[in-house]
């Protein structure tokens, strides 16, 4: 996949994040369910027609699909939404590491807490920044 087409669905993992808090959704909830589910899985791969269905498209299946793990609840700002769904897939491009892996290392909570320091990063130097962190943490 050439690299504007992973841009350009990083953009849609962004707004889809933003369009969770417009729906009123938890946001902690709606990230869990979003990277840890088979929704999050068929953005991972190389190909799937759900990569260009748009974001209601995809926020619908998760709700359809997945509806028992959201919330209605405080949504982060859309800023960090934004930021955090884009990151997520951004990291799957880097790394090849699955949304599942990815979620593990950076739940929603964390992604909230280091997004006024890491926003303005490379999203290459956060991700790796992350990583450093969850390895630290992990590995007493």
């Given at each position: 996949?050439s690299k504007?087409?992973?841009l350009?669905?990083?953009d849609?993992?962004?707004?889809?994040?933003?369009?969770?808090?417009?729906?009123?959704?938890?946001?902690?909830?709606f990230?869990k369910?979003y990277m840890?589910?088979?929704?999050?899985?068929?953005?991972?791969k190389?190909?799937?027609h759900?990569?260009?269905?748009?974001?209601e498209?995809?926020l619908?299946?998760?709700e359809?699909?997945?509806?028992d793990?959201?919330?209605?609840?405080?949504?982060?700002?859309?800023?960090?939404?934004?930021?955090?769904g884009?990151?997520y897939?951004?990291w799957?491009y880097y790394?090849g590491?699955s949304s599942?892996?990815?979620?593990r290392?950076?739940?929603?909570?964390?992604?909230q807490?280091?997004?006024?320091?890491?926003?303005?990063?490379?999203?290459?130097?956060?991700?790796?920044?992350?990583k450093?962190?969850?390895?630290?943490k992990?590995?007493k």
């Amino acid at each position: 996949m050439s690299k504007s087409l992973q841009l350009a669905l990083c953009d849609t993992q962004g707004k889809l994040f933003e369009l969770s808090a417009k729906n009123g959704y938890d946001s902690q909830m709606f990230a869990k369910a979003y990277m840890t589910t088979d929704v999050a899985t068929d953005m991972d791969k190389d190909f799937h027609h759900i990569q260009w269905a748009g974001k209601e498209y995809i926020l619908s299946r998760i709700e359809d699909e997945h509806g028992d793990l959201l919330s209605k609840g405080e949504p982060f700002d859309t800023e960090t939404l934004y930021w955090m769904g884009y990151i997520y897939r951004y990291w799957n491009y880097y790394t090849g590491e699955s949304s599942k892996e990815i979620y593990r290392q950076a739940p929603a909570k964390t992604m909230q807490i280091v997004y006024l320091m890491y926003h303005t990063m490379s999203p290459e130097l956060a991700i790796e920044r992350l990583k450093e962190s969850y390895r630290e943490k992990h590995s007493k």
